[in-house]
């Protein structure tokens, strides 16, 4: 099966732009869950989106929103950027079905920098 | 917030050698999971064990779980240049598949 994808790969945007982050899952997987990396604050958890719906969310501003579709595929968006939004924003998918915390495959990340 | 704490924060040892890295976390949990980080790349799972679970073994990996003091290690045996990388452990408590990572040990390997 093919891996979880991101795109774009590298974006560098300006602060008080918006940014939408994609992120296709692995083949049947259900759940997605985005993070963001930053050396500061190292990786922490924004939400989980399954079957369309947000069954958990992360201790972010509402800049920080996401959804997902009935493929599955899921997008991040932030608007207002500002510089601390610059960080590697991970993207991980799961079947979902399990209980908690099951294991996570991850894409390659979106590195995103504020100017 | 972080739920982990991992220790040492880096690591550098000779090729051949065994690594070892310990985890703290702070909450009761469904599971603990380690993953690996190449240079501020994608992470890619190494092993996830249960909580009822004490010991397990994949290849030259050896995680070991203390729910009584809520600490985890692992072991990476006849370390390898290949195997120099950030080394995370992560806890899954609710319910669906939020995970919480410690800060991670940055592994070098040299050859």
């Known amino acids: 099966k093919a891996g979880v994808t991101q795109t774009p790969r590298y974006l560098i945007k300006t602060r008080g732009q918006q940014v939408t982050l994609s992120c296709s899952p692995i083949s049947g997987h259900r759940s997605v869950s985005w993070y963001q990396q930053t050396p500061g604050q190292g990786l922490q958890f924004l939400f989980e989106y399954f079957s369309e719906t947000q069954r958990n969310k992360g201790n972010f501003p509402g800049r920080f929103s996401g959804r997902q579709f009935s493929n599955s595929r899921s997008e991040m968006n932030v608007s207002t950027l500002e510089l601390g939004d610059s960080a590697l924003y991970l993207c991980?998918?799961?079947?979902?079905?399990?209980?908690?915390?099951?294991?996570?495959?991850f894409g390659p990340g979106t590195r995103l920098l504020v100017l | 917030s972080q739920q982990g704490e991992e220790d040492p924060q880096a690591l550098s040892i000779q090729e051949g050698e065994n690594a070892t890295m310990n985890c703290s976390y702070k909450t009761s949990i469904n599971n603990l999971q380690w993953y690996r980080q190449n240079s501020g790349r994608g992470l890619v799972h190494l092993i996830l064990?249960?909580?009822?679970?004490r010991e397990k073994h994949s290849g030259r990996l050896r995680v070991t779980l203390d729910t009584s003091k809520k600490s985890s290690s692992l072991l990476i045996t006849a370390s390898r240049a290949a195997d120099t990388a950030s080394y995370f452990c992560?806890?899954?408590?609710?319910?669906?598949?939020?995970?919480?990572f410690g800060g991670g040990t940055r592994l070098m390997v040299k050859p």
């Open positions: 991980a998918s799961s079947s979902g079905g399990g209980t908690a915390g099951e294991t996570q495959y």
């Open positions: 992560a806890t899954g408590i609710n319910a669906g598949n939020m995970l919480t």
């Open positions: 064990i249960r909580s009822n679970e």
